[in-house]
């Protein structure tokens, strides 16, 4: 029986192999704002480091990026520093070459770990960098606020049976985030907990996305809103 089933099953993975890299080729074409930060003369600054999520990947209007909105809402200049692609690791090396322009910041934020989700990075090293990446930022700031990508397996780039190796990932990269939350005492931004209507599960509706991963100006508005919402509840 599996002479007849096991061409259509093989033949099944090949166009969902296909289809993913395809889907992520197009993702890594994006274009980012050329220059995120906002400056907006407050008194308040925020420090806001990452990957693609906080550059505005996929979205060149620096105006609907999350700085942007974050800026906005919190009535603070808000520093960006990163770019798409980083994971934690790669983030500690790049703010050793971009350090921040300041000494210290009233808050800051840092979204970050989906690459290290999608990557085959140990979970042991997940954990020993975002250590070292917490006590660098700590430096800048008392008021620390550590987030990364939710239900990433929703997302249509991701059919089966990739999803289940993303659901994996993400299930035990939260577990290595909420352990040093409260170890490190910082605030982790968990994003499983919020649903939009206008976006559902982790904003992964087509109209909030651009690619099926990165931000449109509605998803960005939306992330945002909860990442608000956790400041304001701490």
């Avoid at 979205?59 to 770019?83: H, R, S």
């Avoid at 606020?145 to 659901?167: A, E, L």
Wanted: charged share 15%; with cysteine.
């Amino acid at each position: 029986m599996w002479k007849y089933f096991l061409p259509i099953i093989l033949s099944f993975i090949l166009i969902q192999s296909l289809r993913f890299f395809l889907k992520i080729r197009y993702a890594q074409s994006l274009k980012s704002c050329s220059n995120p930060n906002i400056y907006l003369g407050s008194e308040q600054n925020i420090l806001l480091v990452g990957d693609s999520t906080v550059v505005g990947y996929g979205t060149p209007n620096c105006q609907i990026t999350i700085p942007y909105y974050l800026a906005l809402q919190l009535k603070a200049n808000v520093e960006v520093i990163g770019q798409p692609g980083l994971t934690v690791e790669s983030l500690l090396n790049y703010l050793k070459k971009y350090p921040p322009s300041r000494n210290s910041y009233n808050k800051v934020i840092t979204l970050i770990g989906a690459n290290d989700i999608m990557n085959i990075t140990s979970f042991t090293e997940i954990e020993n960098n975002l250590r070292k990446l917490v006590d660098r930022l700590r430096k800048y700031s008392s008021q620390l606020y550590v987030g990364h990508v939710g239900r990433m397996w929703y997302s249509d780039i991701f059919i089966f049976p990739f999803n289940i190796y993303i659901y994996y990932r993400t299930m035990k990269a939260r577990q290595v985030y909420q352990k040093l939350s409260q170890e490190m005492k910082f605030t982790y931004l968990d994003m499983f907990h919020f649903n939009d209507h206008r976006c559902g599960k982790d904003y992964l509706k087509p109209k909030c996305k651009i690619d099926g991963l990165h931000f449109n100006q509605l998803g960005n508005q939306v992330w945002v809103n909860n990442i608000v919402s956790y400041i304001n509840n701490t």
